[in-house]
Every structure is written in structure tokens, then in C-alpha cells.
């Protein structure tokens, strides 16, 4: 699943700034959450995974497709 995610979260970066899909996956919320509703967001995990995998400055590796189609793979065999 993290190889998964991190793979998508990396062509969210890359493509156009104004398709529904970026903005909605890739925004922070304005205000706050329920009392019963799920603490993280998408993203939240997303970049929880790319940190344990030692993985920092993702969104501007990301943007250099040749490099970030590298990373995740590499790192991701270990887990």
C-alpha cells in the first residue's frame, strides 16, 4: 500500500495545478475536524510513509520524474 501511495502521491505533483483530483488530495482543510472523525488526511500519510523511508524534500524530487521514479521503488524494497 505505501509503494502505492507514495507512486501516486508523486504523479499528483506532476500534473496540471488546476484538475480536481490534485487539488482535492493535496490540500490542507481550513478549520477543524469532528470529535469522531479520522485525525490524519491522505497527504498526512503519505508523508508519513516518505519519511520513514529517509525520503525528505519530496514534492521537489517529485517534480524531476526520472529521480522520483527511482525513489520509491529503491526504498520501498526494504519494507
Do not use: F, N, Y
Not at 502521491?9 to 483530483?21: F, K, P, Q, R
Not at 508519513?48 to 524494497?77: H, Q
Amino acid at each position: 500500500m505505501k509503494k502505492v501511495r507514495t507512486e501516486w502521491a508523486g504523479h499528483l505533483v506532476g500534473i496540471s495545478d488546476d484538475t480536481t483530483v490534485k487539488e482535492v488530495l493535496l490540500r490542507k482543510p481550513d478549520g477543524g475536524r469532528g470529535a469522531a472523525r479520522q485525525k490524519l488526511i491522505w497527504l498526512d500519510c503519505c508523508e508519513e510513509d516518505l519519511k520513514s523511508m529517509g525520503v525528505k524534500g519530496w514534492k521537489e524530487i517529485a517534480e524531476d520524474r526520472s529521480v522520483w521514479a527511482i525513489i520509491p521503488r529503491d526504498k520501498l524494497v526494504k519494507l
